[in-house]
């Protein structure tokens, strides 16, 4: 057991390498994110091995596959280089107005259309400083995202997360229909199977929860479009008879800026939920709490708005 004097003999910037190394498994893309040459990675890794006296990655193809020894290492290493980040983070004060800090989040494409113009704008009053970057970030990859330290913050519906990840529900997702046509009132269930549909599906997926509804009625619907992309939509439907399935805040986005129309589906959908999630290690960093308090502010602010239109309607 290495006592705290030999920690003197450590260099926490070769670990951060290895721990790189362990979600990346190729050195150019080590370099890549680390903002550091190859040959000062390989020299790294070089000096790794002599300090652990193991080979700890072995070349398969393009990939640097990890030894069972640089697993035992990563499993210890990862939590404890968390417990410097946030120990460290604690000892810094977070002014916004002064701020230069730049975040990485991860937003599903739904939330970036319908919510991140409303939160830049705030920031940017708020925090003028700081620099935010976006990833595309959906449900099967914010977990993966968060694991690799890519991002410190995801909003979007989440599925299992990294072991230290933190989570919490900030609003339901309702299911609205959006439409474009003219045709006056709201559409009957008939109308709505008879309607061509478009669909918006990261992976491409033609079958969703309004299929599986209408199943259990003994009807189905058409889809004749499916899209990667919410942004698409609007010029997609305009002057179609076509339908769409979308959440409720792209609905009244879209309703407000692009002429659409957002109604009650004839039937009645599932509600999923809308997550934020980030890594413990950001946990008590007082610039990445300043920021979740004003995502979820925010995403309040308009399940509560959109929620007071519906009573009324």
Request: proline share 6%.
């Amino acid at each position: 057991m290495m006592n705290r004097n030999d920690l003197r003999r450590a260099d926490i910037n070769l670990l951060v390498v290895f721990e790189t190394m362990m979600h990346e498994r190729n050195v150019t893309r080590v370099s890549e994110k680390l903002f550091l040459g190859q040959p000062t990675i390989s020299s790294a890794l070089a000096r790794l091995r002599l300090m652990f006296d193991d080979p700890l990655f072995i070349r398969s193809g393009r990939l640097m596959e990890p030894t069972s020894r640089a697993r035992e290492i990563f499993s210890n290493l990862s939590p404890a280089l968390d417990g410097i980040a946030a120990a460290l983070s604690r000892c810094q004060a977070f002014e916004p107005a002064t701020s230069e800090a730049t975040f990485h989040v991860g937003l599903c494409d739904d939330v970036e259309y319908a919510l991140l113009p409303e939160l830049l704008r705030r920031l940017r009053i708020e925090a003028p400083g700081t620099t935010l970057v976006v990833r595309r970030a959906d449900q099967w990859q914010v977990s993966q995202l968060l694991a690799s330290g890519e991002i410190s913050l995801g909003i979007s519906p989440t599925l299992e997360l990294p072991a230290n990840a933190r989570r919490k529900t900030l609003r339901p997702i309702r299911p609205m229909l959006l439409r474009a046509d003219s045709q006056p009132g709201e559409l009957t269930l008939d109308e709505f199977c008879r309607r061509p549909h478009a669909v918006v599906s990261s992976m491409g997926n033609v079958i969703d929860d309004s299929d599986r509804a209408l199943c259990l009625v003994g009807r189905q619907r058409r889809v004749v479009l499916t899209v990667p992309q919410f942004s698409a939509l609007p010029v997609l439907l305009a002057q179609s008879d076509m339908i769409a399935i979308v959440p409720d805040y792209v609905a009244q986005a879209m309703a407000m800026t692009t002429g659409m129309r957002a109604q009650a589906a004839p039937i009645c959908l599932p509600q999923h939920a809308l997550s934020m999630v980030w890594r413990g290690a950001s946990h008590n960093d007082p610039g990445e709490r300043w920021l979740r308090s004003r995502c979820s502010a925010l995403l309040a602010e308009q399940d509560e708005s959109q929620e007071r239109s519906r009573r009324v309607a």
